[in-house]
Each structure stands twice: as C-alpha cells, then as structure tokens.
C-alpha cells in the first residue's frame, strides 16, 4: 500500500488499537495488551504462532523474576524498611537547601524501580514527598516535577520490569550478546548517569527558586534515624551485589565451579536476588507486622493484599512478551529495519531521531508496550547502521519506561503529581519540560557512546 511494506501497517494498526483502548476508552494497560496480542494475531493472520507465543512468557526465567521483585516491593512497604531509610536520608539532608527534595529523588527512585511502575509510585510515596517538599518553600509545580521525574527514573533501573523485558527481546534478536548480569550492571551503569542529571538539575532549581531545608521541627533526629534505619542500607547492596560479582568475576567462578557451573549460577542469580532481598526485609523489619511478629498469617496477609498490586503489572509484561514473540516469529524486525534503512539515514540521524521518536510515543503508550511494539525493530536498525546494538536495547528502557509518564500533554505520571500538589497544568509543565529536555539529551550523548557505562 503506497509502497509502505505490510509490516509497517501491521504496526501502525496496532499502535492505533492500543491508543483508541488506552487513551480514547481509557481501559487499564493489563486489559489493553491482552486484546493488542489478539489483535496482532488476527490481522497478521499468524494464528500458527498463537499458543506458542502465549505460552512464551510461562517458560521464561525473566517473567518470573519480574513477579519476584514486584512482591519484594510489597514487602519492603509492609516491613517499613524504605520508610526508615527515607526518614534516615531526611535527617542528614533535611539540613541542606532543597533537602526534601532530594529525599524525594532516592527514595522514589528506589522504590520505583521495584514496583516498575512509575505513576503508581508517584501516588504511592507523592503523598508524602510531596507536601514535604511544599513545606520547604518548593512551588507546587515544582514539587510536583521533581516527584513525577524521581518516580519515573525509578523505571530503568533493576529490577524495574521492563529492563528485564527488554534483555528478551536483545536475547531473541543477538542471542549470547551479553550475560544477564553484565545486562543488569550496564542498566545501573545508565541509571546513575540519569540520577547524576536529575541531582544537578534539582541543585539548579532549588538556587533559582531559594528552596529552603526542611523545618527543623519536622526533621526526624539522627540518632533515632540511624537506629532504626542503619540496618535497611544494606537492601540496595543485598540487590546489586551478586548480580555485580556474576558480572564482573566471571573468570573467577569458572576457574571454581566450570563454565557449565558458572553458567547456571548466570541464569539462577537474577531468581534468588529477590528472595534474599525479600528475607532479609522480612528479618530486619518484622517489628512493624501485626504483633510483632513474623509468622505465616502475616505472610498471607501481606501477599493477598498484593495482588491488586502485583497481577496487572504481571499481565501487562506477560502479554507484552507473548506480544513480542509475535513480531520474532514474522520477522517483523527484519522488515521494519530494511524500510527504515531505505531512507538512507545516517547513524547520526538515527541517535537524534529515536530519542524524540519514543519521547512523542511516550505521550500515548506505556514504556513496556513501546519495547514490545518496536524494540526488536529499533535495535535491528540501530545495529545495521553501525551502532552497537547491545547499547541501544540497553537505552530502550531510558528512551521508553522513563519519558512515558513525563511528557505533556498526555503524561499520567506528570497529572498523579499535580493532584497531589494542587499544581496547575501549565506551570507544571512548564518544569515537566525541563526534566524532559535533558533526559532527551542525555539520551542523545549515551548513545554516542561518549560516556562510559559499567557492563558494556
């Protein structure tokens, strides 16, 4: 049709199916991506593919390691260990100009990153970062941006969902590209370049409007802090740590155990990491269950409550797995690659383009379905240019997760925060831009490979 391969249409087709049901009929993301699956079935005519991509996901270690992590940012909530880490952090910060707010960017970042949705932690920790920040002389506006930006960074970062979802789909297209831990390294390596961004802008929003530290009435004392909060410090080291040692001592657990072992010990890592995490929460936090005490009613009290919670973002990233086997099975990649390569653009046009590109398709659908959708095709393309491929699925997440519930107008992160802060659209745009803006840049010199990332 007008010279437009027919996977083209394929994909415009369903990128209009998944905006009419997400924006146009406002239905949920888990309701959207299973009737997309359908869809794609049904107008590609692959029904061959139908039970072997629905059944896809079930078989993948990665899916159920997404589960895994979701319910260890359940009981971190539970056990209130994050809570004593933010109350810690708001001891020592507190003091300084700003403080509330970079509170507000570690802890929504961290536990963004667990719960892998973005404008479900701005709702869930805005509440109280928010109105701590107004409280320190923060614009609503502001205020509102700083969380909604904080929240959202927490997508790329491990083990937020789509960082594993889109190690997948790397894997589909270049499989043994890089191991799963050195993938989880780099996607740190990226996060903290990010974090770097959004410290030194907070730093230069709070000069320019003379944000003021915490009140001193409300900051909570050090000594109390550190008692009760010192043992949660080491939740990020229990999470980073054996993913780290897989990836970085590769040689040394060959030399031990063999290539066979240490290739088990690869594949198993990323499954225990949020068992040990979720225990060692369970072990330093039990005082804050019912009773005291840690027992198995609390246990399936806790885990019943989770579902509302953990089962649609389990949904969403099953049928957007099932979803991407679709595309792998036609070749859709290829085709998409080969219609992009057509236009003659170069590998500078191509670092340009796919970070405003996703930035504009973040106004309309969520991080995951866009890695879904386009992921695979955009890395084919990418890796045909002569880039590196592996670099570019690495910045998906950052180009997809983290811009999908900043960019105005349609931003459901960015309207999340400015319920909370009473902020009005405008003026909240006016910062949602600036944090937008740079992330796009920053963006950008990634993927010239200029900085050096940890794992690639």
């Given at each position: 049709?007008?010279?437009?391969?027919?996977?083209?249409?394929?994909?415009?087709?369903?990128?209009l199916?998944?905006?009419?049901?997400?924006?146009?009929?406002?239905?949920?993301?888990?309701?959207?991506?299973?009737?997309?699956?359908?869809?794609?079935?049904?107008?590609?005519?692959?029904?061959?593919?139908?039970?072997?991509?629905?059944?896809?996901?079930?078989?993948?270690?990665?899916?159920?390691?997404?589960?895994?992590?979701?319910?260890?940012?359940?009981i971190?909530?539970?056990?209130?260990?994050?809570n004593?880490?933010?109350?810690l952090?708001?001891?020592?910060?507190?003091?300084?100009?700003?403080?509330?707010?970079?509170?507000?960017?570690?802890?929504?970042?961290?536990?963004?990153?667990?719960?892998?949705?973005?404008?479900?932690?701005?709702?869930?920790?805005?509440?109280?970062?928010?109105?701590?920040?107004?409280?320190?002389?923060?614009?609503?506006?502001?205020?509102?941006?700083?969380e909604?930006?904080?929240?959202?960074?927490?997508?790329?970062?491990?083990?937020?969902?789509?960082?594993?979802?889109?190690?997948?789909?790397?894997?589909?297209?270049?499989?043994?590209?890089?191991?799963?831990?050195?993938w989880?390294?780099?996607?740190?390596?990226?996060?903290?370049?990010?974090?770097?961004?959004?410290?030194?802008?907070?730093?230069?929003l709070?000069?320019?409007?003379?944000?003021?530290?915490?009140?001193?009435?409300?900051?909570?004392?050090?000594?109390?802090?550190?008692?009760?909060?010192?043992?949660?410090?080491?939740?990020?080291?229990?999470?980073?740590?054996?993913?780290?040692?897989?990836?970085?001592?590769?040689?040394?657990?060959?030399?031990?155990?063999?290539?066979?072992?240490?290739?088990?010990?690869?594949?198993?890592?990323?499954?225990?990491?949020?068992?040990?995490?979720?225990?060692?929460?369970?072990?330093?936090?039990?005082?804050?269950?019912?009773?005291?005490?840690?027992?198995?009613?609390?246990?399936?009290?806790?885990?019943?409550?989770?579902?509302l919670?953990?089962?649609?973002?389990?949904?969403?990233?099953?049928?957007?797995?099932?979803?991407?086997?679709?595309?792998?099975?036609?070749?859709?990649?290829?085709?998409?690659?080969?219609?992009?390569?057509?236009f003659?653009?170069?590998?500078?046009?191509?670092?340009?383009?796919?970070?405003?590109?996703?930035?504009?398709?973040?106004?309309?659908?969520?991080?995951?379905?866009?890695?879904?959708?386009?992921?695979?095709?955009?890395?084919?393309?990418?890796?045909?240019?002569?880039?590196?491929?592996?670099?570019?699925?690495?910045?998906?997440?950052?180009?997809?997760?983290?811009?999908?519930?900043?960019t105005?107008?349609?931003?459901?992160?960015?309207?999340?925060?400015?319920?909370?802060?009473?902020?009005?659209?405008?003026?909240?745009?006016?910062?949602?831009?600036?944090?937008?803006?740079?992330?796009?840049?920053?963006?950008?010199?990634?993927?010239?490979?200029?900085?050096?990332?940890?794992?690639?």
């Amino acid at each position: 049709m007008f010279g437009i391969p027919s996977a083209i249409l394929y994909l415009v087709g369903l990128l209009l199916f998944v905006v009419v049901l997400f924006v146009g009929f406002k239905r949920p993301m888990y309701e959207v991506m299973t009737l997309s699956f359908v869809f794609l079935v049904v107008i590609t005519g692959s029904y061959e593919l139908f039970w072997e991509a629905l059944l896809y996901p079930s078989t993948s270690s990665l899916f159920y390691a997404i589960i895994a992590f979701m319910v260890v940012a359940v009981i971190f909530d539970a056990t209130k260990v994050v809570n004593n880490i933010i109350l810690l952090m708001l001891s020592i910060v507190g003091r300084v100009r700003g403080g509330a707010g970079y509170v507000a960017l570690l802890s929504s970042t961290f536990m963004a990153s667990l719960s892998g949705t973005g404008p479900g932690n701005v709702a869930a920790t805005g509440v109280f970062t928010i109105p701590m920040m107004k409280r320190s002389n923060f614009p609503p506006a502001l205020a509102a941006s700083v969380e909604m930006s904080s929240s959202m960074l927490g997508n790329i970062i491990p083990p937020s969902g789509i960082v594993i979802l889109t190690f997948g789909i790397l894997e589909g297209i270049y499989p043994g590209s890089i191991s799963l831990s050195s993938w989880m390294v780099a996607a740190y390596g990226i996060g903290l370049w990010f974090l770097i961004q959004r410290w030194l802008t907070l730093w230069a929003l709070c000069k320019i409007y003379k944000v003021e530290p915490v009140p001193i009435q409300e900051l909570p004392k050090f000594k109390e802090s550190l008692a009760k909060g010192w043992p949660a410090l080491a939740l990020p080291i229990v999470i980073f740590l054996p993913l780290f040692a897989d990836a970085e001592f590769k040689d040394f657990f060959i030399g031990r155990i063999g290539e066979d072992g240490a290739g088990a010990l690869s594949s198993s890592v990323l499954m225990f990491t949020p068992g040990l995490a979720g225990a060692y929460a369970l072990t330093i936090g039990r005082k804050a269950l019912p009773s005291h005490r840690l027992n198995l009613q609390n246990l399936l009290n806790m885990f019943s409550k989770s579902l509302l919670q953990v089962v649609p973002i389990g949904v969403t990233i099953y049928m957007a797995y099932a979803a991407s086997q679709i595309f792998l099975g036609l070749q859709m990649d290829a085709a998409v690659r080969d219609w992009f390569l057509s236009f003659g653009l170069s590998k500078t046009a191509i670092l340009i383009i796919l970070p405003l590109f996703f930035m504009v398709l973040g106004m309309v659908l969520p991080g995951s379905a866009q890695v879904a959708i386009l992921g695979g095709a955009m890395i084919t393309v990418f890796g045909s240019l002569g880039g590196d491929p592996v670099l570019l699925a690495a910045m998906l997440p950052a180009m997809t997760g983290a811009l999908e519930g900043m960019t105005p107008p349609l931003a459901l992160g960015l309207y999340v925060a400015m319920g909370i802060a009473g902020s009005s659209f405008v003026q909240t745009t006016k910062f949602a831009i600036i944090w937008v803006v740079l992330h796009v840049l920053l963006s950008i010199i990634l993927l010239t490979g200029i900085l050096p990332i940890i794992g690639l």
